[in-house]
């Protein structure tokens, strides 16, 4: 299956190495305005090519090929697509029979005896400007009621970031400014200092990616198997590299006591609502009207440069190898955007399955 969704769905296509990556999204709404250039914001957050991310250029340049007419959508199935540009598989070659430890090579030989094996193909992260795109139609959609989806490192090579404000649109806009998505500048320099040494070594850093949905509206998720929640972490664990996701505080509530973890429920402004959030926004499997915080666990980058241990699964002998090429030495600032698309493409889901999107706005 390369298709996400219920109701408001993407299904991605391409290979790394391919002639081009892209998404078809179906079940969008009539009457949205959308530009090239909404999509385009959201993959120039993405593309490598940038301080500490891989080196591999590319423009990433979006085009529409259906389902906008005069500036908005029609309701037919909007196609976008990106051209791979800057490829080169020549890394790869010697990569072909010795899969790379950490990566999905062995897993698709496994499973498929035959695989695009260039830049790891179809499992390559990629993949995922098919999912920006998707996901930047996702948000537009999403913000014409109110819902924003904002997303930033709070970990990156064990240095950990302590929130500080409740203001979530200034926090991410700091995020925004730091090439690791951190949002204070000297927890930003102190991690940035350390990918910098682990790149030195031929090595690579992981992290944790927090995102958070404000203004989402009480009443989304249902009861029993199709929880926000489930949805939620079902969504984040497709991204390449996620291995582990939080909902609100977590794996911390493992350690809380009952008094601790429960969120008293108190009138604020005239409404009902949670003085703090440990629950992350979701009770029972539904949205409270707090804000949403998903937390996602990112794996060090697996292709490094250090000698690695491997088998040549053709000559069936153990070998060692070296892996040149392009990577990320943390995969963690560009998942953010990648992380914040699955969230938004999951609440659009929600919001137009539970009636309160309709099928075609007003104008
Ligand atoms: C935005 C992003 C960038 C990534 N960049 C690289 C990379 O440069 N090199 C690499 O080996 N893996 C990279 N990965 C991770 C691999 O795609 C991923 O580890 C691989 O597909 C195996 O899947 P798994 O880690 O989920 O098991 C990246 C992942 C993401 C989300
Ligand atoms: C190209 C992108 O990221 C790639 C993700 C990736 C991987 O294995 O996931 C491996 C590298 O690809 P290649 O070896 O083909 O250069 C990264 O550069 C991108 O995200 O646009």
Not at 79 to 107: C, Q, W
Not at 273 to 288: F, H, Q
């Amino acid at each position: 299956m390369n298709t996400f969704g219920r109701i408001f769905r993407i299904t991605t296509w391409g290979e790394s190495h391919g002639k081009a990556v892209g998404c078809v999204i179906d079940g969008c709404p009539s009457n949205l305005k959308l530009s090239e250039e909404d999509i385009q914001r959201e993959l120039d957050r993405r593309k490598p090519g940038k301080k500490l991310t891989s080196k591999r250029m590319e423009e990433d340049r979006v085009e529409i090929l259906s389902g906008v007419f005069e500036g908005k959508t029609t309701g037919a199935p909007i196609s976008m697509i990106v051209y791979n540009r800057d490829v080169r598989s020549e890394h790869y070659v010697k990569l072909k029979n010795t899969p790379r430890p950490g990566h999905a090579d062995l897993t698709y030989f496994l499973k498929y005896r035959h695989r695009d094996w260039r830049g790891g193909g179809r499992s390559s992260a990629r993949e995922t400007v098919g999912r920006v795109a998707g996901g930047a139609v996702a948000k537009k959609l999403i913000n014409a009621f109110g819902i924003n989806v904002l997303g930033y490192a709070i970990e990156v090579a064990g240095i950990r970031w302590e929130r500080d404000s409740d203001d979530y649109h200034e926090v991410f806009q700091r995020a925004e400014r730091s090439p690791l998505r951190i949002p204070d500048e000297s927890v930003s320099e102190r991690a940035e200092e350390r990918v910098v040494e682990l790149m030195k070594e031929g090595d690579s850093a992981g992290g944790v990616v927090e995102i958070v949905a404000t203004n989402v509206p009480p009443g989304l998720g249902e009861p029993v198997f199709d929880k926000l929640s489930a949805r939620l972490a079902y969504a984040v664990m497709g991204v390449p590299a996620v291995k582990g996701v939080e909902i609100g505080s977590g794996f911390r509530l493992a350690k809380m006591k009952g008094s601790e973890s429960n969120d008293p429920i108190v009138i604020r402004d005239g409404k009902v609502r949670l003085e703090k959030n440990d629950c992350g926004g979701i009770l029972g499997g539904i949205s409270v009207g707090e804000t949403i915080i998903v937390r996602c666990a990112i794996k060090p980058t697996p292709s490094i440069s250090k000698r690695q241990r491997t088998v040549d699964i053709e000559k069936m002998e153990e070998v060692e190898i070296e892996i040149t090429g392009r990577h990320d030495p943390c995969i963690v600032p560009r998942a953010v955007p990648v992380l914040e698309s699955m969230v938004a493409l999951t609440l659009a889901d929600f919001m137009i399955l539970q009636g309160l999107i309709p099928k075609s706005l007003s104008e």
